[in-house]
């Protein structure tokens, strides 16, 4: 059996590390002086990508398999004896109206960015529970925060992570275990690819001027965003080192504007409705 290995400043566990974002983190967490467990559904392009290292522990990874999930941290604990850092990364986009996005596709991406994420979760939270010590990272978007025209479906998904990661902030702080949504913008990444973005196969007319337009607006966008990923993955280190890290963590100017501006509109809105819903209760 082999020896844990313990002298890292922290095990962090990132799923979707082959590429993208997952992979930047995991660069940035192995150069920060911590043990990597990687995890991908192709090893091979996750040792091409972050190299050999004692630090790194590279693993087969489908999040939808929940076998696999509780395989991939069984390795992990026998490798490095602890996982201090789950940062739950694996995902992908469809673009498409509603009406457009077809059942396949939304039950697709909700098996790997809703029920994957719950795959690892459950399969590391034992580990965190026992150690009474850990952090719970979710990959979010600035879609999780306000839905909009094209990114209805995915935007779903990313709401569904926002709710998880609210109450698992409530069920693991007295724990001793943080929980944190972050809540990214724009970043010049693979996202607007085709690894990475399902375009709904029906076009419908009716939705030219807003799915449609965003459709155009997206492929336009493509490489062009504004946020620096590498600058996101070093974020990611401060929010690890942070003794009282925050439930949610908005990255990007672009983030910061989406949820100042719906803020506002729930808070306008909320007042001009006020009475009708203070009228619901039973009389005092």
């Known amino acids: 059996m082999q020896t844990p290995v313990t002298s890292f400043k922290r095990v962090w566990l990132i799923t979707g590390a082959s590429r993208g974002i997952g992979a930047l983190i995991a660069e940035a967490a192995l150069a920060d002086g911590n043990a990597v467990i990687a995890a991908g559904r192709n090893v091979d392009a996750i040792a091409k990508r972050l190299?050999?290292?004692p630090a790194l522990l590279p693993v087969a990874l489908?999040?939808?398999?929940?076998?696999?999930?509780?395989?991939?941290?069984?390795?992990?604990l026998a490798r490095f004896g602890r996982i201090d850092v789950l940062v739950n990364n694996a995902g992908f986009g469809l673009l498409g109206a509603v009406e457009e996005s077809s059942d396949a596709d939304v039950r697709r991406m909700y098996d790997t960015n809703v029920f994957g994420l719950l795959n690892v979760t459950r399969a590391v939270l034992?580990?965190?529970r026992a150690q009474r010590a850990g952090h719970v990272i979710n990959l979010s978007s600035l879609g999780g925060y306000r839905s909009g025209a094209g990114f209805g479906a995915y935007?779903?998904?990313k709401f569904a992570v926002e709710g998880l990661t609210e109450a698992l902030h409530a069920e693991l702080k007295p724990l001793g275990i943080h929980a944190t949504v972050v809540e990214p913008g724009y970043f010049r990444t693979d996202f607007l690819d085709a690894t990475s973005l399902t375009?709904?196969?029906?076009?419908i007319d009716d939705y030219d001027a807003t799915s449609g337009n965003v459709r155009r607006i997206a492929a336009g966008l493509n490489h062009q965003q504004p946020g620096d990923p590498a600058k996101l993955a070093a974020a990611m280190i401060t929010l690890a080192d942070a003794a009282t890290p925050p439930l949610r963590l908005p990255l990007g100017t672009d983030a910061l504007r989406v949820i100042a501006e719906k803020n506002a509109y729930v808070a306008e809105e909320t007042e001009a409705w006020k009475a009708l819903a203070q009228s619901t209760d039973f009389p005092v």
């Open 199 to 203: 375009v709904a196969g029906a076009i």
């Open 62 to 76: 489908d999040v939808t398999d929940e076998a696999q999930a509780k395989a991939a941290v069984a390795a992990g």
């Open 126 to 128: 034992p580990t965190l």
């Open 155 to 157: 935007c779903s998904t």
């Open 51 to 53: 190299g050999e290292s």
